[in-house]
Every structure is written in structure tokens, then in C-alpha cells.
């Protein structure tokens, strides 16, 4: 079974007439290395104000993509444009700024001297003290780069990505290294900076991060789009709903009676619990509770990690159809 034939590929939308342009426009995007094809034909339309998730598994195009939306690397066929204009134009007008997973501080600098050395790079920039109180790192001014956590450079690559005040903000994995808290107040930070009409785009494998802050959801595998849309209707791909009960004793060949039952698609036994992923959520519940001794039974949909391993593992994989939510 597919999840990639419900709807056809997407055009990409147009910008409206006699509106501003769309702030992240992909079109038509291919790149390969050698016999390797990265990206496949992605197209991407985000307006301004969104914030978009885009995820994928490892080898999936998601980095060569932003590599080209950021003009760090050129697509062998397509166009990328940013508020109309070309990366290379847009970056050098600070109209785009990214925060990416490693690199690009030097670790002998304090904290606050980055910041400094950086903003001296633009003609008009936000305050310094201002960027470093929206990423958290105020009170590490002093600290030198080299003997911050990897949580703490991050919010420093933050800050630095915020000093152009920039009306498009790409994210690689930027909550890496963070704590729980950490990882929440800086989504806290975006989410308002969104609200004021930034835009945001975003990799990461925190799918609960996806789940809870994006307005939309854009899965790649293989170098193609395979479904964009909210989390709910990205959720919803993923048929079937997750049946899970206290059962202690289960044995092999019990579950294997489970998975004989119409619609299931998978039996998992976790200590004294087990999950049924089916079809018919009805019929399994019925079976544990008159046929078994199974008790607290619980029926929940299926979550954003089923869809995401559904939609791009190679099973799903369909070579010219795309499962569109838009």
C-alpha cells in the first residue's frame, strides 16, 4: 500500500497579482552529484508569516535544498527566488539569514565580541543587545565561544542570524545541543517572531517540534516532495489508529493470533502492554476485551512518526505522484 497516489503533485502557487511576491518560491529543483540525484523536481511555495517544516530522512535532499536556497549551492535545473529576488541578492540585502548545525564561530571570540564582529558586517543591523536577550545568551556575553555547550552556540548562531532583522529565516536542526527548556523558549521566541510576519523555514528530526510549532509540514524522500500540508492532514495519510492494551503473558503465538485479525498491519509487545497498529480499531478492541484477559484498553490516531516513517520509507515510494494535502 501507498501513501503517494491520493492527489496529484502540486503546482507551484503563483504569487498573487498585485500582492508582495512569495517569500520561499522553488521551482522545478534538480541537483545530482555524480550517478547520485539529491534533489529530484522539488517544488516549494511558502508565503510570508509561515512556518514550515521540512523534514525528511537522512540522504532525503532536505540539505542540498536549503544548500541551494541559500546560494551555497546552484540547482542543475529550476529556479530559487526569495521575495522575487535571486538568494545571492536577497542574502546580500539581509533580507534572508540561516542558523545552521555547526561552523562558522570562532572559538578564541567571547560571546558578545561575535556578535559585535558580526553586526560590523552590515550597514543597519538590530541592536546587539537586543539580538543576544532574544536568543538567551545575555548573560554569556563574557563566555568565551570555545567553552560554550552546543546548546548555548546555537543560540548564538541564532542571535547572529537575527542582527539583519531578515524577513525569511532558515533553520538546520537548530534546537541541537538545547535542553528541554531551552528547546521550548526558543520556539517560544520564533513562534512570535512569525507572528510579526517572519517567515520560517525549518529542518529538524524533533518531530514533536514539527508537530507543535509548524503551520505546515513539508516531507521529502528521494529528492521529491511526498506530502505537504498541516500536521493533522500529514497525520491523517498514515491510515489506521493504534489499538494498545495490558495483556501480561502474552506469548508468540498469541500475538500471532492478533495479527491474523482483518486490518492489522503490526503487533508489538512492550512489557505487559500491547500495541496493534490496524485498520479496524473497532474490531481488535472487541477482540482483546471478549477474547482475551486484556484490560485498559486505549484507541488513539496514529502521530506525526507514523506518517513520517510511512510516507518515506522506500515501500512508499512512487515515481510520479505526490500525496498533497494543499
Known amino acids: 500500500m501507498t501513501f503517494t497516489d491520493t492527489l496529484p503533485a502540486p503546482e ?3 504569487a498573487p497579482v498585485g500582492t508582495v511576491p512569495l517569500a520561499i518560491d522553488l521551482r522545478g529543483l534538480h541537483k545530482s552529484f555524480g550517478t547520485v540525484r539529491a534533489v529530484d523536481g522539488i517544488d516549494l511555495a511558502v508565503r510570508p508569516g509561515e512556518v514550515v517544516a521540512f523534514l525528511g ?3 532525503a535532499g532536505k540539505t542540498t535544498t536549503i544548500d541551494m536556497l541559500l546560494g551555497l549551492a546552484r540547482p542543475d535545473a529550476g529556479t530559487v527566488a526569495l521575495h522575487g529576488m535571486d538568494p545571492s541578492r536577497a542574502i546580500a540585502e539581509g533580507r534572508v539569514s540561516a542558523v545552521m548545525q555547526s561552523g562558522g ?3 578564541d571570540l567571547t560571546v558578545l565580541e561575535t556578535v559585535q564582529l558580526t553586526a560590523s558586517f552590515f550597514r543597519a543591523t538590530r541592536s546587539v543587545a537586543e539580538v543576544m536577550e532574544r536568543a ?3 548573560d554569556i556575553g563574557a563566555r568565551q565561544v570555545g567553552k560554550c555547550s552546543g546548546g548555548q552556540q546555537q543560540r548564538l548562531r541564532f542571535a547572529l542570524a537575527l542582527l539583519p532583522d531578515p524577513d525569511v529565516l532558515v533553520l538546520d536542526e537548530p534546537t541541537t545541543g538545547m535542553d528541554v527548556e531551552g528547546r521550548r523558549d526558543f520556539w517560544n521566541a520564533l513562534r512570535a517572531d512569525a507572528a510579526r510576519g517572519r517567515t520560517i523555514l525549518f529542518a529538524t528530526h524533533y518531530l514533536e517540534e514539527a508537530d507543535a510549532y509548524a503551520d505546515r509540514i513539508v516531507l521529502v524522500s528521494h529528492g521529491r516532495v511526498v506530502a505537504d500540508g498541516s500536521a493533522a492532514q500529514v497525520k491523517n495519510l498514515a491510515s489506521g489508529r493504534l489499538v494498545s492494551a495490558r495483556l501480561a503473558g502474552l ?3 498469541g500475538a500471532d493470533a492478533l495479527r491474523t485479525l482483518p ?3 503490526s503487533v508489538e509487545v512492550r512489557g505487559d502492554r500491547v ?3 490496524t485498520q479496524d480499531s473497532d474490531g481488535v478492541a472487541r477482540h482483546l476485551l471478549t477474547a482475551t484477559t486484556a484490560s485498559d484498553v486505549e484507541i488513539t490516531a496514529r502521530g506525526l512518526e507514523d506518517a513520517f516513517l510511512a510516507l518515506t520509507g522506500d ?3 512512487t515515481d510520479d505522484t505526490t500525496g498533497s494535502l494543499a
Open 263 to 265: 486490518g492489522v498491519q
Open 275 to 277: 500495541l496493534v497498529r
Open 12 to 14: 507551484p502557487a503563483p
Open 105 to 107: 564561530l570562532l572559538k
Open 57 to 59: 530522512p537522512n540522504g
Open 315 to 317: 515501500t512508499t515510494r
Open 251 to 253: 506469548d508468540e503465538r
Open 136 to 138: 538567551g545568551i545575555a
